[in-house]
């Protein structure tokens, strides 16, 4: 009879956790199959204590094939490893638990307790995270990886008193490049006078509006019939971003300027964090920190899959000239004052990194 108990709690617990797994439609902006993820969470669940202590919820607003849901689910996969089951992570993918400004505002009192988020949104609630994305920060991905993994990264990890977020590690997005359906964007007069789609964020409008473009701020679902029907121009975001809504069906002008390296965050609601005994926030912390290196390897992987899927579709790709793209950088080099004027110190910092 117990052991009979012992198997229907079992198998209670390994729903919620794969209850999150439902295939969403093509949202993402900014892995395993769902069978290798049951196969994962059913070796978890040897030894697992007979009812969890605590299941908790993590948004993730991607979709399921896409690196950071798979850092997610990785994420869940080791917490419920290395506690025997104890902490369950219901990971809820494709957005259904709302945008990233919505569900971090949930974070900040206890709505839900984990999830991944882009810092443009995230600088609303830590406006310092603005110096991390400014435009042509950084020279290469090694730079901002030696910045992010050393003594500033650490800084800004410690900069959340007050915003009733934890911040847990740093994922990758790779870097974001303007595409446009109208004409290759060659030099800086290209881009001049198109619309182009940005995040809901003021620093992103800022920057199209140095480039002396218009910024269309939308939510990202509404990319592909905006790119379609014309109302806007052309938008910006990394390779697979690009690659997995199919926008280069419809823009097929893609051009490497690499204007933003916008790494993202996963966070724990500082609520739930408070429940947690100093044992279990290092175990969380633990696995954030190895589920980050998992992502940023899967994200490598998918960036050359898409670079290769949309160059074998006929899109036109265009590196800018050493010349042109300083051209784009003398652009918005007074952005650095205007939105971080209280930082100069840190972006100087963050320049010199690796010189």
Request: proline share 5%; charged share 25%; hydrophobic share 35%.
């Amino acid at each position: 009879m117990r052991r009979e108990l012992l198997g229907l709690l079992l198998a209670a617990g390994m729903a919620v956790v794969l209850s999150g797994c439902k295939k969403p439609d093509q949202t993402a902006e900014n892995g395993s199959s769902s069978s290798d993820r049951t196969a994962a969470v059913e070796g978890a669940g040897k030894g697992m204590w007979e009812s969890p202590e605590f299941v908790f919820t993590y948004a993730e607003n991607q979709a399921e094939d896409y690196p950071t849901t798979q850092g997610a689910y990785k994420f869940a996969e080791l917490i419920s490893q290395k506690t025997n089951g104890r902490i369950l992570i219901n990971v809820q993918a494709g957005g259904i638990l709302g945008d990233e400004k919505s569900v971090c505002e949930q974070l900040q009192f206890g709505g839900i307790d984990f999830m991944r988020i882009s810092l443009s949104p995230l600088s609303e609630f830590v406006p310092k995270l603005n110096v991390l994305q400014l435009p042509y920060l950084y020279r290469d991905a090694d730079h901002m990886w030696q910045v992010l993994d050393g003594t500033i990264g650490k800084d800004f990890m410690n900069s959340f008193e007050g915003s009733d977020l934890v911040p847990l590690s740093w994922y990758d997005a790779g870097a974001r490049n303007f595409y446009s359906s109208v004409r290759p964007i060659r030099k800086l007069e290209d881009i001049r006078g198109l619309k182009i789609r940005v995040q809901e964020s003021e620093m992103m409008i800022g920057m199209v509006e140095a480039l002396g473009a218009s910024p269309a701020p939308m939510p990202y679902a509404e990319v592909y019939s905006a790119l379609q029907t014309g109302t806007i121009d052309g938008a910006e975001n990394n390779w697979p971003s690009y690659e997995s809504t199919s926008h280069y069906e419809v823009a097929k002008y893609y051009t490497l300027d690499e204007h933003n390296r916008v790494p993202e965050m996963q966070l724990c609601s500082q609520p739930t964090w408070d429940k947690l005994s100093e044992f279990d926030r290092k175990i969380i912390k633990e696995c954030a920190l190895e589920s980050a290196e998992y992502e940023r390897r899967l994200w490598s992987e998918r960036e050359k899959e898409s670079e290769k899927k949309v160059r074998s579709e006929g899109c036109q790709i265009i590196e800018l000239s050493p010349e042109e793209k300083q051209k784009f950088q003398d652009a918005v080099k007074p952005m650095y004052q205007r939105y971080c004027s209280d930082y100069m110190d840190i972006v100087d910092a963050i320049i010199e990194t690796g010189r």
